[in-house]
Every structure is written in C-alpha cells, then in structure tokens.
C-alpha cells in the first residue's frame, strides 16, 4: 500500500536540513524527482524510485531511511544546482534580456523536475504556503540582483521591487495556474515566452 507520506510544502521544509547533498548519489535524486514529478507525493514510492534508478528498495531505505527522506535530499540537491546554476548565469552572461530569458529557463526545468504534472492543486498549495513563500524569496532574490545591475548601468533606473515583484509573480503563476501559457516541455517556447513577458519589465 503507497503511504501517503508529507506534503510538497513540508518535505521542501525538509529540503533545508540536507546540507550533506552531493552528486554522489545524482543517479536516486534525478530518479526520485522524476517520479515526483509523474505522479506527486502521495502516490510516489520507494518501489518506483528503485525502478528508475536501477537500485534495491532495500538499498533506499538503508541509504535514506524512508520516501520522505529520499525526497527531501532530493529537493535539496535540486535547489543546491538551481541556485548554483543561477549564480553561473549571471556572471556568464553579460546580456541582462538574455539573462532573464535563461534564469526563466532554469526556473522551467526546476519546475518540470519538481511540481506534479498530475496534480495541479498540489502546484497551487506550495506557492500558497506561507510556511515556505517562494514568491517572496524570489521578488527579494531579484531585487537584490536588479539593483546591482542597476548601479552597473545594466538596466534603467526605477523601483526595483515593483519590477521584480512583477517578474517573479509572473514566473509563479506559469506553473500555478493552469493551462500553462506555454509548453513547459519546452525549453525555447520558454525563452519565447521570456523574451515578450519578462524582458519589457526591465527596459
């Protein structure tokens, strides 16, 4: 019988206790999120996590302990390449319109990796989690990046938070309201869809 085991918002609470995440086990990580990602938490099992990375049940539940522990390293590890990634963009890409536009791909690939296609209101229940506040990460994320780029020159002047609020809300509502206003399969209908939403925010 699937256990339904912790909600999304709480294993990415969870999430934040992992900081012993490496890529030594990438291989059960990548497995887990694509099973997340299929089916959401409650119908995730260790079984099938085992299947998709070639490894023993047993083996799991002795590496990890249990489904929820398996899945919050995993989130971690996945947020640990999101953030490190991001970081890589900024300091590589001198653009700032080309810089949205590959941030906003990451932030699709995270959220294919992570959000349940099958259950949208599982979607809708983590950005609403106070507990966690992505939105609010993310406009004070941006926020901070913007105003450097403002004192660079990189961008017009003008309210920075108004401007970032505005981007990462945006971002939010693609995966929390469905349909999509895009194939999140895709990654070049994503730069499309950052070049004519995201881009004007900050010209």
């Not at 941006?142 to 938070?161: C, H, K, L, R, Y």
Request: proline share 4%.
């Amino acid at each position: 019988m699937t256990r339904p085991g912790a909600s999304l918002s709480e294993l990415l609470l969870q999430a934040g206790a992992h900081t012993d995440v490496s890529d030594a086990d990438a291989g059960v990580y990548r497995a887990a999120l694509k099973v997340l990602g299929a089916t959401g938490t409650r119908r995730t099992t260790v079984e099938a996590i085992a299947a998709e990375c070639g490894m023993s049940r047993m083996t799991l539940f002795r590496r990890f302990g249990s489904k929820d522990e398996i899945l919050a390293a995993a989130l971690a590890w996945s947020l640990n390449r999101l953030f490190a990634q991001t970081m890589d963009v900024v300091a590589a890409t001198p653009d700032v319109a080309e810089r949205i536009q590959e941030v906003f791909v990451l932030c699709c690939r995270f959220g294919r990796s992570l959000l349940p296609t099958s259950s949208p209101e599982e979607r809708a229940a983590l950005f609403a989690d106070e507990r966690l506040d992505p939105v609010g990460h993310g406009i004070r994320f941006i926020t901070a990046i913007m105003a450097q780029e403002q004192e660079a020159g990189n961008v017009p002047a003008g309210d920075t938070e108004i401007r970032a609020d505005a981007l990462v809300r945006i971002t939010a509502a693609c995966f929390a309201i469905a349909p999509a206003p895009f194939d999140l399969e895709d990654d070049d209908a994503a730069r499309a869809y950052a070049r004519a939403a995201l881009v004007p925010l900050v010209r």
